[in-house]
């Protein structure tokens, strides 16, 4: 398998860890709504697809202004329907990519203004790096909070019973 394969293979993992952490976001009680833990909680996952978004307009060479809010605490469902927009995007970048294309180098500016040059792979891993952080977080909010949290680990997505 190369690293290509890999990474595409990973994008449907990480469908499903969105899908299971959101869900994870509807079984906390409707009375811990109003905490604001919960608000980071829903800030927490529309920053994952904000930074998902933002990450493939670099890549993608798309220009954008600066991200007022980078956790924007906005309905399950409307951070459903970005997770949707963003993996179709996702999926068709890794599918015009090429294994040589991994290595290229990336010149952006970060959100703090300084520029930097990272290899297209260090991007990639990093943006599904970043949306596993983003989960534990919000499984332990979800937790905190009186709701069951998703089990959404790598492992926990790939492994067989035997």
């Known amino acids: 398998m190369t690293l290509l394969e890999y990474f595409r293979g990973l994008l449907p993992l990480e469908s499903r860890a969105t899908t ?76 015009s990519l090429s294994d040589a294309g991994l290595f290229r180098r990336l010149e952006y500016t970060a ?11 260090e991007v990639i891993a990093h943006v599904f790096n970043h949306s596993t952080y983003h989960r534990g977080q919000v499984a332990r909010i979800v937790h905190e909070l009186g709701g069951q949290r998703a089990a959404t680990d790598l492992i926990a997505l790939t492994r067989r019973t035997h």
């Open 111 to 121: 959100s703090d203004g300084r520029r930097f040059s990272s290899a297209v792979h």
């Open 20 to 95: 299971l952490a959101l869900d994870s976001l509807t079984t906390v009680p409707a009375a811990a709504h109003g905490a604001p833990a919960y608000a980071r909680a829903l800030g927490v996952m529309a920053h994952n697809e904000l930074a998902r978004k933002v990450w493939m307009w670099r890549l993608t060479d798309v220009p954008y202004d600066t991200i007022p809010d980078w956790f924007p605490a906005v309905e399950i469902e409307r951070t459903r329907a970005d997770a949707r927009e963003r993996d179709v995007e996702w999926s068709r970048y890794l599918a």
